[in-house]
């Protein structure tokens, strides 16, 4: 692990934080750090750090910079900032942040990747290199990106980050002859709702709810139930409508021809499937076929059930 990993991985923890409040901004960290007195970049020092709190607040270089004691202010004419997402150029809610770095006197930025947001896109490390930062982009870049996938997916295909997501038997059935099947544990249903709480929407088909009444709530953690939509052929989804309305992410909780429908359509980021390790004896609905261009990116047990993460 080189140095500038080191602090990006810390930025990488500190931009978590904001998870819940930060939305629909990005996950931010930033870290700023000075080297030892022998000038060994293997004995930096942090001198200041944060993130993205809440929306409409100060960004991470913000509350890293108001981190940093007033005797080290005279050494951040020597320090090196890291920060996960590039800096931001335009007026905002607040303002910004290149403009922030370059009136501190940083000397050198590290970027972990750059902000695919109309309003930036390579604008902020242009201005910081115009003012004679030195700038390095892409320390960590996947990890930097991975983090942020719902708030680039929205910015970029002007539509929510879309997850579908069911339980399944281990023969492959997710019902049993249209009656709902207690497939998940406790523990992986209140995993299920840790991932509500993390989402902005949840949607299911009107057959799923008329027959089975979910409540699509957060009962078994703590958080914001996430915005709870059904549709039909009468009542499509509306994808614009969604972008409008600042929905960045939205869960597929619904029944085999609902889901299906989606990735004919080619409208999914992320799967999750929960197979457990019973067999169905009678009739029921399949579940979908996984899409070839899927990638496993995760495969984790809890209680004999196994959860898989796909990624497109």
Known sequence: MTIDEKYMRRCLQLARNGRQNAKPNPMVGAVITVADADDSLYSARIIGEGYHVRCGEGHAEVNAFASVRPEDELLLREATMYVSLEP??????TPPCADLIVKKGVRRVVVGCIDEFAEVQGRGIRKLQDAG??????????ECRE??????????????????KWAQTANGFIDDDGHALAISTPFTQMLSHKLR????AILVGRVTNEREHPELNVRHWVGN????LVID????????????????SLIVEGGGLTLQSFLSLGLWDEIRVETNTCLMVNDGTRAPQLPAEGRVVSTEQYDRNIIVRILR
């Open 225 to 228: 139930s996430p915005k709870r």
């Open 88 to 93: 931001c150029s335009h007026y905002g809610k």
């Open 147 to 164: 983090m942020n996938r719902r708030f680039f997916t929205f910015h970029r295909l002007h539509r929510p980050y879309i997850i579908l």
């Open 233 to 248: 052929r009468q009542h499509p989804l509306n994808m614009e409508s969604l972008y409008a309305h600042n929905i960045q």
């Open 133 to 142: 930062i030195d700038v390095t982009v892409g320390v960590l870049e996947n």
């Open 197 to 200: 709480a993390e989402e902005d």
